[in-house]
């Protein structure tokens, strides 16, 4: 199983992103999928996360400006980023906890740089 990252890049403040992550390999079924960052000198912190049912819980500062999506049919989950702020940029990765033909795990995406910047 394989989480890969798509989407980072530079991006103007106020201006918008979208990232994606797909799940590859025998998977059967994903329950939450989570998008992380890390920016420069500081933890990683939850973004956003999503349950199969489709419910979402968001960070505070990303409130109103950030959404989660999913596609089950595609093992993908996606983060649209707008209204972007210099405090975003960050390392985004992907976090997903599944069952695949080596039972339940948590995986992680290799992470896409995020650079908001004028």
């Known amino acids: 199983v394989q989480l890969q990252a798509f989407g980072g890049g530079l991006v103007q403040p106020g201006g918008f992103l979208r990232l994606s992550c797909a799940a590859s390999?025998?998977?059967?079924?994903?329950?939450?999928m989570t998008w992380y960052r890390q920016a420069p000198g500081k933890q990683r912190e939850l973004v956003a996360t999503?349950?199969?049912?489709?419910?979402?819980k968001y960070t505070d500062s990303v409130k109103g400006r950030f959404t989660i999506s999913r596609d089950d049919a595609k093992n993908t989950v996606y983060l649209q980023m707008d209204s972007l702020k210099p405090e975003d940029t960050a390392v985004y990765y992907c976090?997903?906890?599944?069952?695949?033909?080596?039972?339940?795990?948590?995986?992680w995406g290799q992470g896409t740089l995020v650079t908001v910047s004028s």
């Open positions: 976090n997903a906890d599944l069952y695949s033909s080596t039972g339940w795990n948590n995986y």
């Open positions: 390999g025998s998977i059967f079924v994903i329950t939450a």
């Open positions: 999503i349950t199969r049912g489709g419910s979402t």
